[in-house]
């Protein structure tokens, strides 16, 4: 029923705790590039566990994955992401998509044989849970751009084990909505330019031999969350632009979703496919932060059940 609901919202809208005797590993050593087989490739990600880790306190874990050229160093320097996990005591990952790109089940990505990224994701998190004592309701997942549609793909697939996703950069596609549409709604952030030219603000569609492919617009979005996740009441809009930012940042987010899950979008007005350096917004503390400092935030605020 949840499937023919959301695909008439898509129609209309179209017009560890520590082994006892183990010896905890210290961060300094335990930080680096690193490598693991799965689906019988050798995939690899980039690990950043702060020096204030203590194996006897539950620590967060976040996944950021890069946009497509890119890898999980080139991400770990964009994002910053390493400074804010220091002053948290969050253990972050970077992993690298085969070949600078992340499968996530739409064009252009056409590999063939189909590399399994999905399940490299859910072998990273094994396989940094067994050897870290990690907070497995504090669980997150951010990425910009290509690392932003594969993060759509994750919150949808692996639900059960995140407590929130961010994606920068990107927005859902025809395919994604039509593969989450059976899932379970989890607190969803999504920060994109009303200018991308890459993901525009009114969406992008082509048809190929009757299969519909490109990006939603954002209504189109919106909508898809707030039946997808029975979000109730009306979305409140607002502004969080900070007074020393050169880009506006506007707001709408949509709350009394299920499971207490809930839905924000920042549109940065006529910022287009970039990394938003420059953006500064205006925290729920009422201080100055960047777009990286929100996703913290954001991540800050949800614990899954």
């Known amino acids: 029923m949840k499937r023919a ?3 008439c919202v898509l129609l209309a809208l179209l017009t560890m705790t520590p082994v006892l005797g183990q010896e905890s590993t210290p961060a300094a050593e335990s930080s680096g ?3 693991l087989t799965h689906d019988g490739l050798e995939r690899t990600y980039l690990l950043h566990v702060p020096a204030s880790y203590d194996a006897a306190t539950p620590a967060p874990l976040v996944l950021v994955l890069h946009p497509a050229g ?5 991400m770990r320097d964009l994002s910053g992401f390493n400074a804010l996990a220091n002053d948290s005591g969050t253990i972050v990952a970077y992993p690298d998509g085969i070949d600078g790109v992340w499968d996530y089940l739409d064009i252009p990505v056409n590999r063939d044989p189909v590399v399994d990224d999905l399940g490299f994701l859910n072998a990273v998190l094994d396989e940094i849970s067994a050897e870290f004592n990690i907070d497995a309701s504090r669980i997150y997942v951010t990425g910009y751009s290509n690392g932003g549609l594969m993060t759509f793909r994750v919150g ?3 639900a059960d084990r995140l407590a929130a996703v961010a994606i920068i950069g990107a927005n859902m596609t025809y395919r994604l909505a039509t593969d989450c549409a059976d899932g379970t709604m989890i607190p969803t952030l999504l920060i994109l330019g009303t200018q991308d030219e890459a993901f ?3 969406g992008a569609m082509e048809v190929d031999n009757g299969n519909v492919y490109g ?4 209504a189109q979005t919106t909508g898809f969350f707030a039946t997808f996740g029975d979000c109730s009441g009306q979305p409140q809009q607002g502004e969080i632009t900070h007074e020393t930012s050169p880009v506006r940042v506007l707001s709408q987010s949509y ?3 299920t499971n207490d899950a809930e839905f924000i979008l920042l549109g940065m007005v006529d910022a287009g496919h970039n990394w938003p350096s420059d953006v500064i917004v205006r925290l729920p503390s ?3 932060g960047t777009i990286i400092d929100a996703v913290w935030t954001f991540f800050a605020a949800h614990t899954r059940e």
């Open 5 to 7: 609901i959301l695909c």
């Open 33 to 35: 590039e690193r490598s």
């Open 70 to 74: 890119g890898t999980g160093r080139n």
């Open 156 to 158: 949808c697939e692996l």
């Open 200 to 202: 525009p603000w009114l």
């Open 215 to 218: 990006s939603l617009s954002i």
């Open 255 to 257: 709350t009394g979703c």
């Open 286 to 288: 009422d201080s100055a």
